[in-house]
């Protein structure tokens, strides 16, 4: 069955480029397939063209602040226009790494041991004795990202505590709080969870340094193993840990879950992603790729569970 769908990416995040390659390869995957596809921009024409369009459902390839804080969601939700991806308050707290991670932790899953700063407090209390106190309560390495946000943008790994207020005001440029984290060694993963179920785990090594911005989106920069080359009981732990994280946080549809797994062998929960990258190099493709979907397949799934939303799905 064929639907007129709405493509919405681009915005004014730091993210906007990356969704503009998302949404591309989404809307050429669903004209492919006979879907009549609108491509929209985040601007001030979207309410009158969402309104105008004609559109049966809106497929969210949207990635930053407007597109997994909730606000589309919210905006979507007054139009009375299904869209894909988990509904406005999960995706707000996802949204939000500090109080997703004390939901997960409620859940029982393992999360790093952290601290978040707000701005406002390191001005105020001083950056020499939040430094000392943080160093101390969660020793070093450390990991330091802002408390808001995708991408691994403004994140960066702190191994000597002297270096910490550079970081810490360098993840300010991106939110106007902080998580610091202890840093997890281990075997970074991605859990795609589709429809209540967990895909593949895609196993992640940058050829250089760390999974940052530019190894996300550059081809060639990272060697991705789909699936992971994990033990069969750890991998089944993984799933297993990555669909509860979802349904800490309520969410439905598609996320991806961002995990390291200790020498032990048990999954950190770092981040759920609810509007995860679709793009030529992002991680979803290549677990739905492991689990025998094509893209195409992919982004029709998503189009179905968005218009079974619309009617009476799980929320």
Known sequence: MTSSVAVLSGGLSFEREVSLRSGGRVADALSDRGHRVTRLDVDEHLVPNLEQGGFDVVFLALHGSAGEDGTIQSLLELTGLPYTGPDVLASSLAWNKPI????????????????????????????????????????????????????????????????LPQAIVGAFSYADAVLIESFVAGTEVAVTVLDGRALPAVEIHPKEGRYDFAARYTAGATEFHAPARLDGAVAARCAEVAVAAEHAIGGRNICRADLIVDASGEPHVLELDTSPGLTETSLVPLAAQADGLGFADLCETLVELALGNAGGGRA
């Open 100 to 163: 997703a991670q004390g939901l997960y932790a409620r859940a029982g899953l393992t999360v790093p041991d952290r601290v978040t700063l707000s701005q406002q407090a390191f001005r105020e209390m001083g950056a020499v004795a939040v430094v000392d106190r943080v160093a101390a309560a969660l020793g070093t390495p450390l990991v330091v990202k802002p408390a808001t946000g995708g991408s691994s943008l403004g994140l960066s790994i702190v191994e000597d505590a002297a270096r």
